[in-house]
């Protein structure tokens, strides 16, 4: 009798054994892990094993009603993780995932559609960049040139800006006169951080930018001394798309594509300025 109550007790003192994922997110987690050379991670702690999904490495869960045996995947955390290859397309599959971050890693094919959609409507959260998703820009240029003036001691009004997403810099060019009533010009060169890409990707995409024409000028009058301003992007596919406009010309959509571009300006981080003879744009 002593024994079977020390056996009991036993029992009792053991840990509960730990609740687990369903299986489909275990399936769709082991499809990303095998579509991006898991094997060849930083960290692929516990990825692979029959440990529960939720002590893997870079897995966040939560309980369903808050109950602790209904255990769902919430987020991934896996930048700077050497992913490299595609990410699967049953990913959105994990229904209840509310945050990606693949940031800084090797990646390219297309992101799934259907978690794009859902950070539309800032449903999910999203840090993608410096990868190369074929259906995300990874490069971008803005190309502003004043017409009625030769340049500026203080202000940009001729110069070119070019985003690199897989590089993660950003370098402007632009023409500088050497002093107040001089005609004499130099480059000036800027060099910082650039913002992520990928918002300006989707709203490309909602508003058409690859349907535009290449050059819009006024449709039945004319101008002069206005501003040339040329915006153009390249996805991770190869794809590009260069659109011109003349003092702002063209369709709302044209008008408002070249405002996102315009918007990543102020969200340059500058860390380094230099001078040269000429700026690489000039003719």
């Given at each position: 009798?002593?024994?079977?109550?020390?056996?009991?007790?036993?029992?009792?003192?053991?840990?509960?054994?730990?609740?687990?994922?369903?299986?489909?997110?275990?399936?769709?987690?082991?499809?990303?892990?095998?579509?991006?050379?898991?094997?060849?991670?930083?960290?692929?702690?516990?990825?692979?094993?029959?440990?529960?999904?939720?002590?893997?490495?870079?897995?966040?869960?939560?309980?369903?009603?808050?109950?602790?045996?209904?255990?769902?995947?919430?987020?991934?955390?896996?930048?700077?993780?050497?992913?490299?290859?595609?990410?699967?397309?049953?990913?959105?599959?994990?229904?209840?995932?509310?945050?990606?971050?693949?940031?800084?890693?090797?990646?390219?094919?297309?992101?799934?559609?259907?978690?794009?959609?859902?950070?539309?409507?800032?449903?999910?959260?999203?840090?993608?960049?410096?990868?190369?998703?074929?259906?995300?820009?990874?490069?971008?240029?803005?190309?502003?040139v004043a017409t009625g003036v030769l340049c500026s001691a203080a202000e940009d009004l001729r110069f070119r800006v070019e985003f690199d997403e897989l590089e993660h810099r950003v370098t402007l060019q632009s023409v500088r006169c050497a002093g107040v009533q001089s005609r004499e010009t130099y480059c000036l060169v800027r060099e910082g951080t650039p913002p992520p890409l990928v918002r300006l990707s989707r709203g490309l995409k909602a508003l058409g930018f690859v349907t535009f024409q290449a050059d819009y000028d006024f449709p039945f009058t004319g101008s002069t001394h206005g501003v040339y301003l040329t915006t153009a992007a390249v996805w991770g596919d190869g794809t590009k798309r260069s659109v011109r406009t003349y003092s702002r010309q063209g369709p709302i959509e044209v008008w408002s594509a070249q405002e996102l571009f315009l918007g990543l300006l102020p969200e340059i981080a500058w860390d380094r300025a230099s001078r040269k003879a000429k700026c690489d744009f000039q003719k």
């Open positions: 009798m002593l024994l079977t109550i020390l056996a009991l007790m036993t029992a009792s003192m053991q840990p509960a054994p730990q609740a687990d994922v369903p299986a489909e997110e275990r399936r769709v987690l082991m499809e990303l892990y095998a579509s991006t050379h898991g094997e060849h991670w930083s960290d692929h702690t516990g990825w692979g094993t029959g440990s529960p999904v939720c002590d893997w490495s870079g897995v966040f869960c939560d309980f369903l009603d808050a109950d602790a045996r209904r255990p769902v995947v919430v987020g991934l955390s896996l930048d700077f993780n050497h992913l490299e290859g595609t990410l699967p397309s049953s990913l959105p599959e994990l229904h209840h995932l509310r945050s990606l971050n693949v940031w800084g890693n090797r990646l390219s094919g297309i992101f799934p559609e259907a978690l794009l959609e859902r950070w539309d409507r800032h449903d999910f959260e999203l840090d993608g960049g410096g990868n190369a998703f074929s259906n995300l820009v990874v490069q971008a240029t803005i190309e502003y």
